[in-house]
Each structure stands twice: as structure tokens, then as C-alpha cells.
T-cell receptor, first 108, second 113 residues
Framework: QKEVEQNSGPLSVPEGAIASLNCTYS??????FFWYRQYSGKSPELIMS????GDKEDGRFTAQLNKASQYVSLLIRDSQPSDSATYLC????????FGKGTRLHILP | ETGVTQSPTHLIKTRGQQVTLRCSSQSGHNTVSWYQQALGQGPQFIFQYYREEENGRGNFPPRFSGLQFPNYSSELNVNALELDDSALYLC????????????FGQGTRLTVV
């Protein structure tokens, strides 16, 4: 069964610093990788997708993929208090497979 | 804000009871997936409906069942509720060929006492 592993945190980062979130996945054949942000009590919101090795940047967010190491990461630059949320790493099979999520706290 | 609506938003049930949760579908979508998210966990796939047929199921017992209607809205039914069924239930509306473009509803918070 395909699995996605994340450190549950919480990860505390000072405002303005870079937050680094990490994820590993079990199936070497996985092709599509995603990061969702979920505020407490709300539904997940897709913020980044990545399909190829390397980096993909979108505003303050950078997703990084290393298929050889089966490793995906999300960097958030200039962290803001509004970035405080749970970040879910996910892969697509014939369904979305989520990790447990990492709770991120941005300290003002 | 998506066009996917779940109802009710919150409810409390007693162990052993049955519950029905509802999910509308985004216009143009033909697939609805249901997820269970326990506190502190990621969403776990329950099952998926495509064109009114179950099209994949996660590791959930048969007392979790569902329906999809001709307008692609969907229901999740849970029989013989257990305390561990307490969770946020999420539905996701998508097209079968574009699961990435799924729109999530706001969720139903179920508490079993």
C-alpha cells in the first residue's frame, strides 16, 4: 500500500524566516506530488504540485522533488503568521493519498 | 470558495446509531471521493463514486457505504456507529481524469458519544 510519511510537528518558525517541510513516499513509481494547506477545522487547499525532479517556485512557496531519494519538500520564504496551518503532503494514485500532515506555527 | 457543499456541518450521534452525510458536486464534475480525517491525522480515503458506481474503496468496513445520484451528488452512510468514527468527513468533487483539480467541501464534523 502506498504511503506518505511526514513529521507531525509542531514546527515553530519565527516570522520572516524560512519554513522547511519534508515528506517521503513509499512507491518509487509515484509521479505526481502535492502540498495542501489545511487550517484548523477547514478543508485542505491545494497550494503546490510538482511532477519533475528539482524545484518549482510559486511566490513565497518552493516545492522540491528528489525521486531517487523519494523525498518531497516545501519551503515557505518570509513566513507570515497566516501561514500557521497543517501542511499535508500527498501523492496521486487513483485517489489522493495524504500524509498525516505537519503542523506549522509561525511565531510573531 | 468552492461549489461543493456538505451537510450537515456538525452533528452528534450515539454509538450504535446510523448517520447519513451529504455532498453536492461541483458543476462539470462526475466523481466524488470521501475521506475520513481523525484528529491529528491526514485524510484517509474511504471510497470514490464515478457515474453512480463505486470506483475504489479504502480500508474501511462494509458499514461504511455510499451512493451517487444522477446529478453526481453523493451520500456517505455509516451504520452501527463506533466512538472511533468521530472525525471530520470530507468529500472531494472532481472529474475522473483530473483528481488534482478536486474541490473539497467544508467537511462534516461527526462526534459519536
Amino acid at each position: 500500500q502506498k504511503e506518505v510519511e511526514q513529521n507531525s510537528g509542531p514546527l515553530s518558525v519565527p516570522e520572516g524566516a524560512i519554513a522547511s517541510l519534508n515528506c517521503t513516499y513509499s512507491d518509487r513509481g509515484s509521479q505526481s506530488f502535492f502540498w495542501y494547506r489545511q487550517y484548523s477545522g477547514k478543508s485542505p487547499e491545494l497550494i503546490m504540485s510538482i511532477y519533475s525532479n528539482g524545484d518549482k517556485e510559486d511566490g513565497r512557496f518552493t516545492a522540491q522533488l528528489n525521486k531517487a531519494s523519494q523525498y518531497v519538500s516545501l519551503l515557505i520564504r518570509d513566513s507570515q503568521p497566516s501561514d500557521s496551518a497543517t501542511y499535508l503532503c500527498a501523492v496521486i494514485d487513483d485517489k489522493i493519498i495524504f500524509g498525516k500532515g505537519t503542523r506549522l506555527h509561525i511565531l510573531p | 470558495e468552492t461549489g461543493v457543499t456538505q451537510s450537515p456541518t456538525h452533528l452528534i450521534k450515539t454509538r450504535g446509531q446510523q448517520v447519513t452525510l451529504r455532498c453536492s458536486s461541483q458543476s462539470g464534475h462526475n466523481t466524488v471521493s470521501w475521506y475520513q480525517q481523525a484528529l491529528g491525522q491526514g485524510p484517509q480515503f474511504i471510497f470514490q463514486y464515478y457515474r453512480e458506481e463505486e470506483n475504489g474503496r479504502g480500508n474501511f468496513p462494509p458499514r461504511f457505504s455510499g451512493l451517487q445520484f444522477p446529478n453526481y451528488s453523493s451520500e456517505l452512510n455509516v451504520n452501527a456507529l463506533e466512538l472511533d468514527d468521530s472525525a471530520l468527513y470530507l468529500c472531494a468533487s472532481s472529474s475522473m481524469t483530473d483528481l488534482v483539480g478536486a474541490f473539497f467541501g467544508q467537511g462534516t464534523r461527526l462526534t459519536v458519544v
